[in-house]
């Protein structure tokens, strides 16, 4: 069964430099936290300078049930006058069985001990709170932060995370703060949280809480009244590319749209910004 599967990572403002050189390597060490927990499935990562987001529309919420084989010593060396050895207990021990449960099976060389175990997958949900952390302590921004009074440290502090599978919440924890079904607005609309119902409904909240997809390239294409002044044009943009703080966008080309009462404005952000 696949559900619709969320997480966000709300961060105080990241910076830049530290951020776009581990930013290469943050798809591949998620990617790789889902394969070793047999869960690798297609995702999207999104980010703002505050938010961490990853959107995994097809989700295991359970491990596939496997066999796992264990070849053992050559029966020869495990037992002596008929009398099972040191490599027999230890090779039960590794297979987390008694002596008399294992087997043998014949191999190239002659016959080994063997045993074959059923594994019942685990639920996704059993797995997700140490798969995030473990995840975050793999990220390298060269220096790190502590605050409050935790003794572990990140790039910045987190203040929110959200880990939704379908609609039901996750019970997880990151640096202290609890999994909820809240995410914070753009701070030039509101300071205060907004909720959502279950995964997909996430980003119809971001929208109508201005957080926007605008960057897809290297430019950002925008469209206002040429009747305005620049420092208005500046505030619509700020409006419009709302997780784009305005320090980090520079104004450098701006044309006349003589096809109607507007101005075409390009913008190239310092660093580049994909949100959602």
């Not at 797995?127 to 473990?134: A, G, Q, S, T, V």
């Not at 924890?173 to 996430?202: N, P, T, V």
């Not at 002044?229 to 520079?250: A, C, G, P």
């Not at 101005?263 to 190239?268: K, M, N, V």
Request: with cysteine.
């Amino acid at each position: 069964m696949v559900k619709p599967f969320l997480i966000e990572i709300g961060v105080e403002e990241l910076p830049a430099v530290p951020f776009l050189k581990e930013l290469p390597n943050i798809e591949k060490k998620w990617a790789k936290v889902l394969e070793e927990n047999n869960l690798l499935c297609e995702f999207k990562f999104y980010y703002t300078p505050r938010r961490l987001v990853f959107w995994h529309r097809e989700f295991k919420t359970k491990q596939d049930d496997k066999e796992i084989e264990f070849f053992g010593a050559p029966v020869k060396i495990a037992y002596k006058d008929g009398q099972p050895t040191g490599a027999v207990f230890g090779f039960a021990k590794k297979c987390g069985v008694e002596v008399d449960e294992l087997q043998t099976i014949s191999q190239p060389k002659g016959e080994v001990l063997y045993y074959k175990k059923q594994v019942v997958g685990k639920t996704s949900k059993e797995l997700l709170n140490n798969m995030i952390n473990d995840f975050m302590a793999s990220l390298n921004f060269g220096k790190s932060m502590r605050w409050g009074d935790r003794k572990d440290s990140f790039i910045r502090p987190i203040r929110n995370f959200c880990v939704v599978l379908g609609d039901e919440l996750i019970d997880a924890k990151l640096y202290g703060i609890q999994s909820s079904k809240s995410s914070f607005a753009h701070r030039m609309i509101s300071y205060d949280k907004f909720s959502f119902e279950y995964a997909g409904d996430y980003f119809c909240k971001l929208d109508k809480n201005g957080v926007k997809i605008i960057v897809t390239g290297e430019t950002v294409t925008l469209y206002f009244d040429q009747s305005l002044d620049l420092d208005s044009q500046r505030k619509k943009i700020s409006k419009k590319v709302l997780d784009l703080d305005q320090k980090t966008t520079e104004i450098t080309n701006t044309q006349k749209n003589r096809n109607g009462n507007k101005a075409h404005l390009t913008l190239i952000p310092i660093w580049q910004i994909r949100t959602i």
